[in-house]
T-cell receptor, first 117, second 116 residues
Framework: SAVISQKPSRDICQRGTSLTIQCQVD?????MFWYRQQPGQSLTLIAT?????????ESGFVIDKFPISRPNLTFSTLTVSNMSPEDSSIYLC??????????????FGPGTRLTVL | GENVEQHPSTLSVQEGDSAVIKCTYS??????FPWYKQELGKRPQLIID?????GEKKDQRIAVTLNKTAKHFSLHITETQPEDSAVYFC???????????????FGAGTRLFVKA
């Protein structure tokens, strides 16, 4: 499976500011996703990061709040904009599909623990 | 869209006993069903998966069954050990080959406690 890293691993931010989370994969992957996991909760898909085009957002998530970039097949960023305490959560990058093929299995990065004061 | 329900939310077993977690899904287009284990403070890790063309898959102490007609699938852990204690998530998605891309929907999770 791919090796996935995320930066930062954790951060404490003031409300009204923005934080950009980076996700790096050691091999090319077809699909990259961003999830949010609030304490004790399940994984909620924020968006699918599409290489070279705009991300596809799930219901309840908008580009102005969570802009996403995906400049190539190994890297993506998620920005949490104009943060409020309700944005405190773990943000997880996930990847699927290796090389030129399309496979189903998704693997997760280590997550970014965000606390907004 | 897809909806995945998972039961129970909490499960406590004695070491050596079996544990069963059940999930149902709503979208008949789903044909890939992974299970993830998440230990405290760690990322979700894939432990087993099953595709719709098989009814059962086993890997050592872990097995998964799928009833596509009834749209439910289950995780079975035998001879449980304290290190099996974690949160387990079921999930469902259409396969990438069918859609040109895929989206995995997760269940709410089951917190498993294995008492020594």
């Amino acid at each position: 499976s791919a090796v996935i890293s995320q930066k930062p691993s954790r951060d404490i931010c003031q409300r009204g500011t923005s934080l950009t989370i980076q996700c790096q994969v050691d091999s090319q992957v077809t699909m990259m996703f961003w999830y949010r996991q609030q304490p004790g909760q399940s994984l909620t898909l924020i968006a699918t990061a599409n290489q070279g085009s705009e991300a596809t957002y799930e219901s309840g998530f908008v580009i102005d709040k969570f802009p996403i970039s995906r400049p190539n097949l190994t890297f993506s960023t998620l920005t949490v904009s104009n943060m409020s305490p309700e944005d405190s959560s773990i943000y997880l990058c996930s990847v699927g599909g290796s090389g030129t093929g399309l496979t189903d299995t998704q693997y997760f990065g280590p997550g970014t623990r965000l606390t907004v004061l | 869209g897809e909806n995945v329900e998972q039961h129970p939310s909490t499960l406590s077993v004695q070491e050596g006993d079996s544990a069963v977690i059940k999930c149902t899904y709503s979208d008949s287009a789903s044909n890939y069903f992974p299970w993830y284990k998440q230990e405290l403070g760690k990322r979700p890790q894939l432990i087993i998966d099953i595709r719709s063309n098989v009814g059962e898959k086993k890997d050592q102490r872990i097995a998964v069954t799928l009833n596509k007609t009834a749209k439910h699938f289950s995780l079975h852990i035998t001879e449980t050990q304290p290190e099996d204690s974690a949160v387990y998530f079921c999930a469902a998605s259409p396969t990438a080959r069918n859609t040109g891309g895929f989206k995995t929907i997760f269940g709410a999770g089951t917190r498993l406690f294995v008492k020594a």
